[in-house]
């Protein structure tokens, strides 16, 4: 029982080590950061010829219309879209793009079935139906509308022969959504942005995220298509290309708006998607990466933020355990020395995610009560995340789920709602709450855990109650953040 004790200790102990120092280098990141200036756009048109490719399967007419239209007002001429409808199966659906598509000479429709790989097969069919005088590939979402100087303002930054990738950030498309569910969501997307973007310009390895961003086509056929095995296919791409020398640019100027998640459902499979198709890319290449080429992978994995909640499900197993072990008598003094390392560590780490979402709030100019909202949905999808990141470990793939573009209605009972969409998070939190009642060995400590505990609990509460407002209190309109917490607050 001893050694077993000696093990279980050191094994909390290492944990322990590696989360201070993860919490160090996100520091690192944010001070990285700051010294980002957006680059300087000259407008001058290259005249170089892009294609701009869309992968949609299943997507409401109405949707893509909007986006079609929005690209059909760039003011940049030299452009083509290529549209690929995968695996849809209802006419209904992809008939009226196609007509819609073949009123315009800019577009072109291409409508498949049992086509594999998901989208990353899509993109590698609408690149077989590109013209040979493309230069360059633009990848937007269906979901997305975007502002008309998109391609006249950036593609002057391939005026620099080094820049092979050009990266610029979503705003918010707003309709169908509460404010308030809006706004938490808006945050965790602009975290995202204006810190890990930002710091992977600094460095020069800003990744070809599957949507607002351009790519020379030639860097695409050198590196290899898109890898349908990866949910990230983008980022998994954005590797090869940036392990093989390229540098990007990252433009932090929203020159496009994103529909987020309807529900609080689908939002929760989006990030665990995100999740767990970043762990697979971890899993299958970083050691080959840090052999050959160790301070660029050191560099670039913590991009795609596979490490943002890493600790969060070990540390709420080993706190289970530890008060466990506790109150069933089982202790000893090495036990004792990795818990009080374990509860000092999560303590920590929770002060840290408010440092960090303070710096969040200073740098985008948000109000204290958009900072709160953004970090209880942090909280309340933390588990989510750190799920989807230890899942590789069991799962060596899962089916790509789309996103749907419709609003789930919930129950009208708040605790059946919560239940149903964080059961795992929920009662890991309270068997967190109830054990610290029982062990109170650690003082401060172990209130400080009942409260982080039990915050995470609330936040979940919330943020189900702000996704089952009535529809009088939704949004008509697309709003950034900033005009979001003005109405709001």
Avoid at 448 to 455: C, E, G, P, Q, T
Wanted: charged share 20%; with cysteine.
């Amino acid at each position: 029982m001893e050694s077993a004790s000696i093990v279980l200790a050191l094994l909390m102990i290492a944990i322990c080590l590696l989360s201070v120092l993860h919490r160090v280098f996100k520091y690192y990141v944010n001070l990285v950061s700051v010294n980002y200036k957006v680059p300087v756009i000259t407008a001058q048109l290259t005249g170089k010829k892009v294609a701009i490719l869309m992968a949609i399967r299943n997507e409401e007419p109405s949707i893509v219309f909007k986006t079609l239209d929005s690209m059909l007002r760039q003011k940049y001429e030299n452009y083509i879209i290529i549209v690929v409808d995968n695996n849809t199966e209802s006419e209904s659906l992809w008939k009226p793009i196609e007509e819609y598509c073949s009123q315009n000479d800019k577009l072109k429709f291409v409508h498949i079935m049992n086509l594999k790989g998901y989208k990353s097969g899509a993109l590698n069919l609408a690149l077989e139906y590109t013209p040979e005088d493309c230069d360059y590939i633009s990848v937007i979402d269906c979901d997305t509308i975007v502002d008309p100087s998109y391609l006249s303002d950036l593609m002057c930054l391939f005026d620099n022969p080094q820049t092979n990738v050009v990266l610029t950030p979503s705003g918010v498309q707003s309709a169908m959504l509460t404010q308030e569910f809006t706004l938490g969501l808006g945050v965790i997307h602009r975290y995202f942005h204006s810190i890990y973007m930002t710091y992977a310009h600094m460095k020069g390895i800003v990744p070809f995220i599957g949507n607002m961003s351009i790519v020379r086509k030639s860097v695409i056929e050198k590196n290899g298509l898109w890898d349908g095995h990866y949910l990230c296919e983008d980022m998994e791409l954005s590797r090869r290309i940036i392990m093989a020398g390229s540098k990007s640019q990252f433009v932090d100027i929203p020159y496009g708006k994103t529909l987020l998640p309807l529900s609080l459902k689908s939002a929760k499979q989006q990030f665990y998607r995100w999740a767990f198709g970043n762990a697979q890319i971890f899993r299958d290449n970083f050691l080959r990466d840090l052999f050959k080429k160790p301070k660029l992978a050191l560099s670039f994995y913590p991009i795609p933020g596979i490490h943002a909640n890493l600790f969060t499900l070990p540390f709420y197993c080993f706190i289970v355990l530890s008060l466990l072990l506790h109150v069933c008598g089982i202790d000893n003094r090495y036990l004792e020395l990795a818990n009080i390392a374990v509860f000092s560590v999560f303590v920590f780490d929770t002060i840290g995610n408010i440092i960090t979402n303070t710096y969040l709030l200073k740098k985008e100019k948000l109000t204290v009560k958009t900072a709160w909202l953004g970090l209880c949905f942090q909280k309340a999808l933390a588990l989510t995340f750190s799920r989807g990141t230890y899942s590789v470990l069991i799962n060596k793939s899962m089916p790509f789920k789309i996103t749907p573009h419709f609003n789930e209605k919930l129950q009208n009972n708040v605790l059946y709602n919560v239940y149903k969409n964080f059961k795992f998070d929920t009662c890991l939190s309270l068997v967190v709450v109830l054990l610290s009642v029982f062990d109170a060995r650690f003082g401060a400590l172990n209130y400080i855990l009942i409260a982080n505990a039990s915050f995470v609990v609330l936040s979940s509460v919330f943020q189900v109650y702000l996704s089952s407002l009535e529809q009088s209190e939704l949004v008509e309109e697309d709003l950034s953040i900033h005009e979001l917490q003005e109405n709001i607050y």
